[in-house]
């Protein structure tokens, strides 16, 4: 049975067909804060079925996908079989901000994207703050995408209908809320909820660990009031 997100990532869900939806409005508008060029070695954390490297595989030096999912890597690997520059490795599901499947390589782009909100607290994500230093690149950026800075179910739902309005996917969207009210997600998530970390614990995080941060003020996801951090290092 699902009893955990680390379950429910490993089994076939409502997301595998519809992560690529956020995914296209994300990549509209992330080169704004982290440009792209042919040079770059790229590091998706919690990379799932490959929305990222579908579409900069062939625009970066290399990119290496990190996700817990052996399943997820097992389909985004299938689809990048012939393209020598990309990597899928699993992280343990017990060990996962151990990053030792990329120790010792430096990254000049590093995204985060729908992921944290899955983590258990908020020490953990000041352990991924440090990991993600630890494989930075001097120049590099990380972005850690579609942050919930505070607790408000309805907020999220409202928000992503409105965009959903805006894009022209209503109708999908509508359907996508109402296949997720009888799946095992709704009980997933009503028994681990999501992780809320407020954007100053994040500023805080940050300082602490010695980082050069900010959220940046415009979306960069179709829910509206989740926030995106932006490093430079
Ligand atoms: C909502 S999906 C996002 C996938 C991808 N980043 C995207 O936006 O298309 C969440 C992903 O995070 C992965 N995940 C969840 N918890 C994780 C963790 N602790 N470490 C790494 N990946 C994790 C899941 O397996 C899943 O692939």
Redesign the pocket.
């Known amino acids: 049975m699902t009893s955990t997100?680390?379950d429910f990532?490993q089994e076939k869900n409502e997301?595998d067909d519809s992560?690529?939806a956020?995914?296209r409005y994300?990549l509209d508008r992330v080169e704004e804060f982290i440009p792209i060029t042919s040079t770059k070695k790229v590091l998706?954390?919690?990379?799932?079925?490959g929305?990222?490297e579908d579409a900069w595989h062939d625009r970066v030096a290399e990119i290496h996908g990190?996700?817990?999912?052996e399943r997820?890597n097992a389909i985004a690997r299938s689809k990048h079989a012939h393209h020598p520059n990309v990597f899928f490795h699993t992280?343990p599901a017990d060990d996962?901000?151990n990053f030792g499947p990329v120790a010792g390589q430096q990254f000049d782009i590093i995204?985060?994207?729908?992921?944290v909100q899955?983590?258990r607290d908020a020490a953990e994500v000041e352990q991924l703050l440090a990991a993600i230093k630890q494989v930075a690149a001097p120049g590099a950026r990380a972005l850690i995408c579609?942050l919930i800075v505070e607790e408000s179910v309805l907020k999220d739902v409202v928000s992503i209908l409105g965009r959903s309005l805006r894009q022209g996917q209503l109708l999908f969207m509508l359907k996508l809320l109402f296949r997720l009210r009888f799946s095992s997600y709704y009980n997933v998530r009503k028994n681990n909820g999501f992780l809320v970390v407020p954007e100053s614990t994040w500023l805080t995080m940050c300082q602490r660990q010695g980082l050069n941060a900010r959220f940046v003020s415009k979306p960069l996801t179709m829910q509206q009031e989740r926030r995106n951090l932006l490093i430079q290092f």
């Open positions: 997100w680390l990532w997301f992560m690529s956020n995914y994300f998706d954390i919690g990379s799932g079925p929305n990222l990190l996700d817990i999912s997820y992280l996962y901000l995204i985060v994207m729908s992921v899955y983590y579609d």
